[in-house]
C-alpha cells in the first residue's frame, strides 16, 4: 500500500501552523471538486509532526507519543478515500501537543504556571481532564505525568490558534461544502483503540461506532453500518466504551443535514504485533471500511434526496 496521498484526484489545502515546525501544516484537506460521494473522513489523532522542542518536554517521548497517537490510522483513511472517492481531513500535529477531540476550553490548569493561569478560582475540571486527557494530555496509566516542566499561557494560545481552531473551521466548511451538493453530508472521525477484552462467550469487537448514544446520525446509517461489519465478518460495538468526543458534539447536526460517526479500529487488526508498524492485516481493513464507506455514502445520498423533497423523518433521539 502506498504511503502517501495520491494528490492527482484531488485538490489539496494545507492549513493551520505548528508552533515550532517551521513550515509544516497542522492540517492537510484533499477534496475532490465536485465530490465523488457526500462522506468526509476526518482523522484528528494521527498526527506525527513533533517539534524537537516538545519531545525534549515530554518524558519517555518515544513510548508515550505511540500510546497517545492513532497509529498510522492516517494510511487506513487514505486507502478507503482512493478506494471510494471520499473527502480527506489529517491532522499532522500530534495530540500530544493538542487534542482536536476535546473542546478548546476542556484546560488541566494545573499543567500551567501560575502566571498562565486565569485569575480567581480554577474552573471545575471536566471528566476528560480528571482522566489526564484533556485538551492537552497530562498524564497516561502506568506513564505517569507526561512533561518536565508546567506550560505558559501563551503555548496554549498558539497551539488552538495554530492547530486547533484551523482544523475545525477546515472541517465545518468541507461538511457544508457537502451539503450544499449532495442535500446531506457524512462526517466518519476515524481512530484507533488498544485491543479491548471480551466478555465470555464472546469475541472482543474490532469496531466499535459511536454516535453519542443516537444524537449525531441517522439511525439507517447505525443500522446499515452493523449490517455491513457483520456481512464482513468483522465483531462491532455501539457507543461502548467509544460514543464520540467533541468533533461529534460539535460538527454533527444530523437535522440540519449533517450526520457523523466515530469508528473506533482495533490497532491489533491492521498493525504489527508491536503495535507500531503496518502490518499485514491493513489491506483487508482497508477493504472491508470501503466496502462500508460506499453503502453509507450511498444511503447518505439518498437521505439528502429526501431532505430536498419531502423531508426524511428522524428517529427519535
Request: hydrophobic share 45%; glycine share 10%; proline share 7%.
Amino acid at each position: 500500500m502506498a504511503e502517501t496521498w495520491d494528490e492527482s484526484d484531488s485538490q489539496t489545502e494545507r492549513g493551520g501552523w505548528i508552533p515550532g515546525a517551521q513550515g509544516i501544516a497542522a492540517f492537510t484537506l484533499h477534496a475532490n471538486e465536485p465530490s465523488a460521494i457526500p462522506v468526509l473522513i476526518a482523522v484528528p489523532h494521527g498526527g506525527r509532526a513533533y517539534p524537537l522542542a516538545l519531545l525534549r518536554d515530554m518524558r519517555h517521548a518515544e513510548s508515550v507519543a505511540l500510546r497517545l497517537e492513532d497509529r498510522y490510522v492516517d494510511r487506513l483513511a487514505q486507502g478507503i478515500a482512493r478506494a471510494t472517492g471520499a473527502n480527506l481531513l489529517i491532522a499532522n500535529a500530534p495530540r500530544a501537543m493538542i487534542d482536536l477531540n476535546r473542546a478548546p476550553d476542556d484546560v488541566d490548569w494545573e499543567m500551567f504556571s501560575r502566571a498562565g493561569r486565569p485569575e480567581g478560582p480554577l474552573p471545575l475540571p471536566s471528566r476528560r481532564v480528571r482522566s489526564g486527557l484533556g485538551l492537552i494530555p497530562r498524564r497516561l496509566p502506568g506513564a505517569g505525568d507526561l512533561w518536565r516542566r508546567r506550560l505558559e499561557r501563551a503555548e496554549l494560545d498558539q497551539r488552538i490558534a495554530g492547530i486547533h481552531q484551523p482544523y475545525h473551521a477546515a472541517l465545518a466548511s468541507a461538511l457544508s461544502a457537502l451539503r450544499e451538493r449532495w442535500g446531506a453530508a457524512l462526517l466518519i472521525d476515524l481512530h484507533s483503540m488498544p485491543p479491548l477484552s471480551g466478555r465470555l462467550g464472546v469475541a472482543p469487537p474490532e469496531v466499535v461506532v459511536g454516535d453519542r448514544f443516537g444524537a449525531t446520525c441517522h439511525g439507517s446509517l447505525i443500522a446499515t453500518a452493523f449490517a455491513q461489519l457483520a456481512a464482513s465478518g468483522r465483531e462491532a460495538a455501539h457507543n461502548r466504551p467509544y460514543a464520540g468526543g467533541y468533533v461529534l458534539e460539535r460538527h454533527a447536526d444530523p437535522r440540519g443535514g449533517v450526520h457523523a460517526l466515530q469508528i473506533e479500529i482495533d490497532r491489533s487488526r491492521y498493525l504489527d504485533p508491536g503495535l507500531s508498524e503496518p502490518g499485514a492485516g491493513i489491506t483487508a481493513m482497508v477493504e472491508d471500511l470501503s466496502v462500508l464507506v460506499r453503502r453509507l455514502a450511498a444511503l447518505v445520498s439518498e437521505i439528502g434526496q429526501e431532505a430536498n423533497g419531502k423531508g426524511w423523518p428522524l428517529a427519535a433521539e
